[in-house]
């Protein structure tokens, strides 16, 4: 069973930094996409990054370009995001999932909450 | 990038009975949609992809329509499990967008 586990959100004051991690399972991690969504209060869904199977391409929308940064350790079956010069804008609840090479998103965590406020 | 207007916000249905949900691009994506169904304290759930192909586990009473702008997913004889949170998604371009959601709720 494909299990996709994020960590690492919480309360952060404008301007500072967090690091939200994913922990996989169920699935040959190395083979597969990855991508960040995220969730604003009461707000639809916006992807954020996409990151591919071994690291080599990455990709942002455009307001958080410069300040986030996906990464992965494949050997720990493990997805990250840096997220630098927070905003109040980016709160949010981030999902991890598995985006398919046809670019829809396969499988979704559960999510973790970032609040970005003083 | 490609906006996705749904309609409508919100739909109120008994069990048993059948709704659509409408998905609207603001330029072709000819037949790449996806539909995903989100409930609270579950990980939200994908339920087709390509406008019309059923992610394994996705039951039969849910059907995907359309191509080039107009999109609908129908839900037929609603079960009580149904009722939840609905967005499309386009998945024919960089960046991926999705539509603003339609709450499906118990009449």
């Known amino acids: 069973e494909v299990q996709l586990v994020e960590s690492g959100g919480g309360l952060v004051q404008p301007g500072r930094s967090m690091k939200l991690s994913c922990a996989a399972s169920?699935?040959?991690?190395?083979?597969?996409?990855m991508a960040w969504v995220r969730q604003a209060p009461k707000k639809g869904l916006e992807w954020v990054a996409y990151?591919?199977?071994?690291?080599?391409?990455?990709y942002y929308r455009d307001p958080v370009k410069g300040r986030f940064t996906i990464s992965r350790d494949n050997a720990k079956s493990t997805l990250y995001l840096q997220m630098d010069s927070l905003r109040s804008e980016d709160t949010a609840t981030y999902y991890c999932?598995?985006?398919?090479?046809?670019?829809?998103?396969?499988?979704w965590g559960q999510g973790t909450l970032v609040t970005v406020s003083s | 990038d490609v906006q996705m207007t749904q309609s409508p916000s919100n739909l109120a249905a008994s069990p048993g009975e059948s709704v659509s949900i409408n998905c609207k691009a603001s330029?072709?994506?000819?037949?790449?949609l996806a539909w995903y169904q989100q409930k609270p304290g579950k990980a939200n759930k994908l339920l087709i992809y390509?406008?019309?192909t059923l992610q394994s586990g996705t039951p039969s009473r849910f059907s995907g329509s359309g191509s080039g702008t107009d999109f609908t997913l129908t839900i037929r004889n609603l079960e009580p499990e149904d009722f939840g949170l609905y967005y499309c998604?386009?998945?024919?371009?960089?960046?991926?967008?999705f539509g603003a959601g339609t709450k499906l709720e118990l009449k």
């Open positions: 999932t598995i985006l398919t090479t046809g670019g829809w998103f396969a499988y």
């Open positions: 169920g699935f040959t991690f190395s083979n597969y996409g």
């Open positions: 990151i591919s199977y071994d690291g080599g391409s990455t």
């Open positions: 330029k072709s994506i000819s037949k790449y």
């Open positions: 390509s406008g019309s």
């Open positions: 998604q386009q998945h024919n371009e960089y960046p991926p967008t």
